[in-house]
């Protein structure tokens, strides 16, 4: 019975030049670090990114981690950082309709080319918007169009929810736009 190697030993193969290591380490968390990009809803392009860059920061780290390191958490750790970036850097690539706009994108299909009709999409959704109560207006602004773009836990406070609620929240009020903007073709 053969023992699989503690990631420890693996960081130690790295450390002395076997590839063998540096493979076994990329095979052993490769899935861990795809599964929490495609969490994000990054395309699979950008989950290739992200991962390589998750693993290239192992690369350059691994002669500073030390056998307490728990390998798993910490490139869950890059995962997570190196995937909010790439959301974030694109939010400033779009206008912040777009992004509600790809939310909904399944019930409305995908945002026209032209300015025509990128304006009529968001005269549609302005529509939508009007249509629901208070509370989930304010939470899709606040997620959506807020320039400081606040963390879950930081709108939670804003609306005295449990930071767990957000996400939930977000989804039904998501659910009532579509149903509004159903009822009102484009």
Known sequence: MTLSPTDW???????DGQAGAWEQLVSRYERLIYS????????REDAADVAQTAFLSLFRSIG??????????????????QARRLIHSRRHEHPDALD???DLAPSIGPPGSSPMERWEL??????????LNERCRRL????????AEPSYAEIAAAFGLPAG???P???????????????REL
């Open 36 to 43: 929490i990009t495609l969490s994000y809803r990054l395309p």
């Open 122 to 131: 968001v005269e549609w959704l302005d529509y939508g918007m009007a249509a």
């Open 64 to 81: 500073s981690l030390h056998e307490e390191t728990r390998l798993s958490a910490w490139l869950a750790t890059v995962a997570h950082r």
């Open 165 to 167: 609620s957000i996400g």
């Open 140 to 147: 899709l602004l606040a997620l959506y169009f807020d320039p």
């Open 100 to 102: 509600l706009l790809d």
């Open 169 to 183: 929240n977000r989804a039904r009020c998501l659910a009532q736009l579509r149903a509004a903007l159903q009822n």
């Open 9 to 15: 030993d693996l960081i130690l193969g790295c450390r």
